[in-house]
């Protein structure tokens, strides 16, 4: 079950969920992702697989729409995959999302068996 705050998440996250092939090799949209501004923007993505790593997470891609708009602080993230299940960001969209303001550590994920900081996802940095 989704917490009350984060059900505006998970829907719009659910709403741009779309697995597709774009290419023989190429697939996106098994991953959506959905994170929340102070603002109360919400901003989302979808991932983008294909050969040679050169993809990226719909993590990554909720941000860059987010960085786009002219925000950077992130209060509240969920990731969901293509059955809807709520899924972990990675280690490297973790990283990636803690680089861009300071603040960003205490961003609530949501996870399956609850609710946690990115610091505690990602509790040993490089810095």
């Known amino acids: ?5 984060f059900l505006p998440l998970y829907q719009a ?16 949209g098994s991953v959506a992702a959905a994170i929340l501004t102070p603002k109360g923007n ?12 050169m993809g990226f997470c719909a993590e990554h891609a909720a941000a860059a729409a987010m960085v786009t708009a002219g925000e950077h602080r992130i209060v509240k993230l969920i990731a969901i995959y293509e059955d809807k299940s ?3 960001p990675c280690g490297r969209c973790r990283e990636f999302l803690c680089q861009l ?3 960003n ?12 900081s990115l610091e505690q996802l990602l509790p040993h940095r490089w810095k």
């Open 13 to 28: 996250a659910a709403a741009v969920l779309n697995p597709r092939q774009l290419s023989r090799d190429s697939y996106a």
């Open 86 to 88: 709520i899924i972990p």
């Open 101 to 103: 303001h300071e603040e």
């Open 105 to 116: 550590g205490s961003c609530q994920v949501l996870l399956e068996d609850g609710v946690y």
């Open 1 to 5: 079950m989704v917490p009350a705050g």
């Open 42 to 53: 919400i901003y989302t993505g979808v991932c983008i697989d294909t050969p040679c790593s």
